[in-house]
């Protein structure tokens, strides 16, 4: 079956230092990724996705991310983390057939001053 | 910026108790869904819904959940009889094809008594 795992629950990060947040997926073929970001209190926004082409995508806020297919990977980084962008992210697949999202289970950010 | 709205924000019932959660999507989108998140697990897909049908569903979408398109602009979640481990956060989301980026709305924390 497919799935994803994000394998940090949380993560702790100094204002201005640098981020990358871990995506595994299990899946036979390329699915569509995304991250999606979730502050206290909102809805899903979404920061960045790839569906095919370049593998380094760029979304919004500063966020990348890079689509390793051989690591099954799609880690979300950003250079410089700013108070802001405290907040519970996830990195979600769909396969092509339904489109239904599939997510990991969260990371969240904290921001330390 | 057009957006996915729901409503309530927070809804509180008994155990055994019908619930509707509301839910108005982007107005030329034609896919909707529902996904709940359970505190503290992973955001879970419910179903996908097109054309006035259910197109996808999720073992979690048994006999007491139903969705329904009842005019032009809204698309609701009932609940038949609540059941405790029904308390979660009810995602709404919606776009304009299969293949095209999910919009989320805010979610409905739904708490079951």
């Known amino acids: 079956a497919q799935s994803v795992t994000q394998p940090d629950i949380h993560i702790t990060v100094s204002e201005g230092a640098s981020l990358e947040l871990r995506c595994n997926y299990s899946?036979?073929?390329?699915?569509?990724l995304f991250w999606y970001v979730q502050s206290p209190g909102q809805g899903l926004q979404l920061l960045l996705k790839?569906?095919?082409?370049d593998t380094l995508v760029q979304g919004i806020k500063g966020f990348e991310a890079e689509f390793k297919r051989s690591q099954s990977s799609f880690n979300l980084r950003k250079p410089s983390v700013h108070w802001s962008d405290a907040a519970e992210y996830f990195c979600?697949?769909?396969?092509?057939?339904?489109?239904?999202?599939?997510w990991g289970a969260g990371t969240k950010l904290i921001i330390k001053p | 910026e057009p957006e996915v709205t729901q409503t309530p924000s927070h809804q509180v019932t008994q155990m055994g108790q019908e619930v509707i959660l509301r839910c108005v999507p982007i107005?030329?989108?034609?896919?909707f869904y529902w996904y709940r998140q359970i505190l503290g697990q992973k955001v879970e897909f419910l179903v996908s819904?097109?054309?006035?049908?259910?197109?996808?569903k999720s073992e979690i979408f048994d006999d007491q959940f139903s969705v329904e398109r009842p005019d032009g602009s809204n698309f609701t979640l009932k609940i038949r009889s609540t059941k405790l481990e029904d308390s979660a956060m009810y995602f709404c989301?919606?776009?304009?094809?299969?293949?095209?980026?999910?919009?989320f709305g805010a979610g409905t924390r739904l708490s079951v008594l």
């Open positions: 790839y569906f095919s082409g």
């Open positions: 989301a919606s776009n304009r094809g299969t293949k095209n980026i999910q919009y």
């Open positions: 819904f097109y054309n006035n049908e259910i197109s996808e």
């Open positions: 899946y036979g073929a390329t699915p569509y």
């Open positions: 107005s030329n989108h034609l896919y």
């Open positions: 979600a697949v769909a396969m092509d057939s339904n489109y239904q999202l599939i």
